[in-house]
């Protein structure tokens, strides 16, 4: 592997500037140290295993400078990234807020707090429990029940901060622990935040813990950050109203993105000597920054290279492409070990209208009647000996009218045996006769990959580690948006500890490993 020297890294970020790449700065893209201003927690679920012991799913966002901020709070069901229920919440400077996902009475989820932090509507209605609702996914052919609540994913977007001195920022904080909120003589309104917002500062970030109380066991997942969202000298703002549907992820401004690829640390400085931008990256080979722009019709339609209008969410899908998702799985029989894992598409609905035929790009088909949007892949399996299987794999049950091996929702799961670890209802099982090793996922391969799994842009810069750019023009991001887990369980049986019988169960959470191809 060759690493280039920091100086000839500074120079290409300093050739950036030459050739009008300023806008790296104001691009959004994953934040790798996890703060910024979307968070993406890739599952939540409070579905009940065959014991009937069901999962809570913990969930936490922390404000890690100095202003208060409004956030959207979006929970979306995992077959079609259908809302469930939003509502806003005023993070005080240095504050966290914590909630529960638990099963509801009605069929479904809930949310539940005892935390004081402030939201509208009032935090009351939220300490006593609020229920997931199905109005937004109602006729679309993945069934109406409440049921569709019980698992999808979380996204938490900072639409405005607030300076020390305003009103809404001296409602919102803690005094001894507690806000004044509405309690206030100038009561906490979307009238007040709206006026008294002053850009978007960043430093988010936050975790879930899905907890299996009857089961014990319990796993962790971090969310997925995403910096240089929504940038003030672009639309300042982005505070909607409690009720409101926006924002989203593609509300990301300007629509730009950008991707270090293969980096390491660096810090690139201005003409005068002033620090320009730093990221904890270093050119590795050959791979360096794509920069890209998604106005307009800087976009090309996969298949027959006409010029076509860039969607909204194209700037936030390209900066979580990957053709290549890789991770261990454990199927020991002495551990009675299962392994699921999560593979979400977090901007899916952009993309994928309800009815049939193909998706508007990126995605191969809309969600249809039968409940179903498959994107079809290739899989390739190994056990830890390097040893692989030359019979075609597939996943089970098998989707009507998709390939063998298709991902078909929003927030899938993939569980291998059936082990069912996450007792998952959006889940498809890989058989294997492996007890241990990895699996490689390729999203850019599979019958349609002429036509999708990528995105075409006319309007990016290649940027090496030399003063100079490796090209310009047209690149093609491969693969599919994607974030995810796997989560591995361990059973050690019933243990005697001080004479009282304890649940010997282990449990780990694991990232997917990931290759990004732009060529």
């Given amino acids: ?71 959207k709070v979006r929970f979306l069901e995992g077959r079609n990234s259908r809302e469930v229920l939003d509502f806003n919440l005023f993070l005080s400077k240095f504050d966290v807020w914590t909630a529960g996902i638990v099963p509801s009475t009605t069929g479904g989820a809930r949310i539940i707090t005892t935390d004081n932090s402030c939201t509208i509507p ?13 109005f937004g996914y109602v006729g679309d052919g993945g069934g109406d029940g409440l049921d569709r609540t019980k698992e999808g994913y ?12 305003n009103c809404t920022s001296i409602v919102v904080t803690h005094v001894n622990g507690t806000p004044l909120c509405q309690t206030a003589k100038h009561p906490l309104s979307d009238t007040s935040a709206k006026n008294d917002a002053s850009g978007t500062t960043g430093g988010l970030f936050g975790g879930m813990t899905l907890i299996n109380v009857g089961a014990g066991t319990a796993y962790t997942e971090e969310a997925v950050a995403l910096e240089k969202f929504n940038q003030p000298n672009f639309s300042g703002t982005l505070y909607f109203n409690a009720g409101s549907v ?23 400085f201005n003409v005068d000597g002033t620090i320009r931008f730093q990221f904890n990256y270093e050119f590795e080979n050959d791979y360096g920054i794509y920069q890209s722009s998604w106005e307009g019709t800087e976009c090309e339609n996969s298949a027959t290279g006409a010029a076509i209008a860039c969607l909204p969410a194209d700037p936030v899908s390209a900066v979580l ?24 598409f977090p901007t899916k609905r952009f993309y994928v209208n309800t009815g049939t035929g193909p998706a508007v790009k990126l995605f191969q088909k809309n969600f249809n009647k039968t409940a179903f949007s498959c994107d079809d892949v290739i899989i390739n399996i190994f056990d830890r000996e390097e ?43 890989l058989t294997t006769a492996f007890s241990d090793g990895w ?68 449990g780990g959470n694991f990232i997917h490993r990931y290759t990004t191809l732009i060529n």
């Avoid at 979380?154 to 001195?165: N, P």
């Avoid at 019979?391 to 082990?419: H, I, R, W």
């Avoid at 599919?480 to 649940?503: I, K, M, Y």
């Fill in 387 to 429: 040893r692989t299987t030359t019979t075609p794999q597939s996943f089970s049950p098998p989707t009507p009218g998709a390939a063998p091996t298709s991902l078909c929702y929003e927030a899938n799961v993939l569980t291998f045996n059936s082990s069912n670890v996450l007792a998952s209802k959006n889940s498809q099982s």
């Fill in 246 to 268: 926006s924002p989203d992820l593609s509300f990301s401004g300007p629509k730009r993105s950008v991707i270090f690829n293969g980096l390491d640390s660096a810090t690139a």
């Fill in 1 to 71: 592997m060759n690493s280039f020297q920091r100086k000839s890294l500074y120079a290409a970020l300093a050739g950036a500037g030459a050739l009008g790449v300023t806008a790296t700065a104001d691009a959004v893209s994953v934040n790798p140290n996890g703060l910024g201003q979307v968070l993406i927690y890739p599952y939540y679920t409070v579905n009940a295993d065959a014991a009937g012991n069901a999962y809570n799913s913990l969930l936490s966002v922390v404000n890690t400078d100095s202003s208060a901020k409004a956030v």
């Fill in 154 to 165: 979380v996204e938490i977007i900072l639409m405005a901060s607030y300076t020390s001195t």
């Fill in 321 to 344: 492409m990957h053709n290549q998702v890789m991770n261990e799985y454990v199927l020991d029989a002495a551990t009675k070990s299962g392994t699921d894992w999560v593979i979400t």
């Fill in 439 to 506: 699996l490689d996922i390729h999203m850019s391969s599979g019958t349609n990959l002429v036509t999708y799994h990528k995105l075409v842009n006319t309007n990016t810069t290649h940027l090496c580690a030399v003063s100079e750019a490796c090209g310009s023009g047209t690149f093609t991001y491969q693969g599919l948006p994607v974030v995810g887990f796997a989560v591995q369980s361990f059973t050690n049986g019933t243990l005697v500890v001080g004479g009282v019988n304890v649940l010997a169960n282990y």
């Fill in 122 to 134: 009032a935090n009351s209605a939220l300490k006593a429990g609020v229920n997931f609702v199905n």
